[in-house]
């Protein structure tokens, strides 16, 4: 079975860059979920969407950061201008929501930037 | 606010010699407590989910158990590939899916 897949692995940029990630959910998946992973905050959920749709995004850091789900397939997480302390390793992860079961993750994109 | 804590945040053990990691909770209610293992460069990678008080789980030498307050992740004559870092978390009573997690514990399983 295909697991979550991110792009890219690693992404190194200048500060004041538009940044986007991208996420595939486990097929059948209906809930998706962007994390942010920092030595300082440990891992911290940025948002999560149910069948596509945003059902919290209060951890979204500021403005510079949007997220979509256009569908049951597709993510994004954009920041533009990326600053320096955006720096950290993102995680998407999905789950079917609706019955106990664990979150899945993907294996991340560290983002460096310059 | 849930808040997660574990202790400690890194433990190294000799091959063999078993130990405990800690994960205390605060949270409202709680729907589910997780447990987690990260590899480096590697996404977390779901371990155990425990409910309620009393409850335990077990897989290969790691065992899960759960009180009103914190959770042991107890490790049993490891071996030097159960090094990696552990992560709890919990979810919390209510329609929210959010998971809010530990800063987690660092094993190293010395040969």
């Known amino acids: 079975d295909a697991g979550v897949i991110q792009s890219p692995r690693h992404e190194v940029t200048e500060m004041g860059q538009e940044v986007t990630l991208r996420c595939k959910p486990i097929s059948g998946h209906n809930s998706l979920f962007w994390y942010r992973q920092t030595m300082m905050r440990g891992l911290e959920l940025l948002i999560y969407f149910n069948n596509n749709v945003p059902i919290d995004d209060s951890g979204m850091p500021e403005d510079r950061f949007s997220a979509k789900m256009p569908n049951a397939s597709f993510s994004t997480l954009k920041i533009q201008p990326s600053e320096p302390r955006d720096s950290a390793v993102y995680f998407c992860?999905?789950?079917?929501?609706?019955?106990?079961?664990?979150?899945?993750f993907g294996d991340g994109t560290r983002l460096s930037i310059l | 606010e849930d808040q997660v804590t574990q202790s400690p945040e890194a433990l190294r053990l000799q091959e063999g010699e078993s130990s405990s990691l800690n994960c205390s909770y605060t949270?409202?209610?709680?729907?589910?407590l997780f447990w987690y293992r990260q590899d480096p460069g590697k996404g977390p990678e779901f371990l155990f989910t425990l409910y309620s008080a009393g409850e335990e789980k077990e897989k290969e030498r790691l065992k899960a158990t759960l009180t009103k307050k914190e959770s042991f992740l107890h490790i049993t004559a490891p071996k030097p590939e159960d090094s990696a870092t552990y992560l709890c978390?919990?979810?919390?009573?209510?329609?929210?899916?959010?998971?809010?997690f530990g800063k987690g514990t660092k094993l190293t399983v010395n040969p």
């Open positions: 949270v409202s209610g709680l729907r589910g």
């Open positions: 978390a919990v979810r919390s009573q209510g329609g929210s899916e959010k998971l809010v």
């Open positions: 992860a999905s789950s079917f929501a609706g019955i106990e079961q664990p979150q899945h």
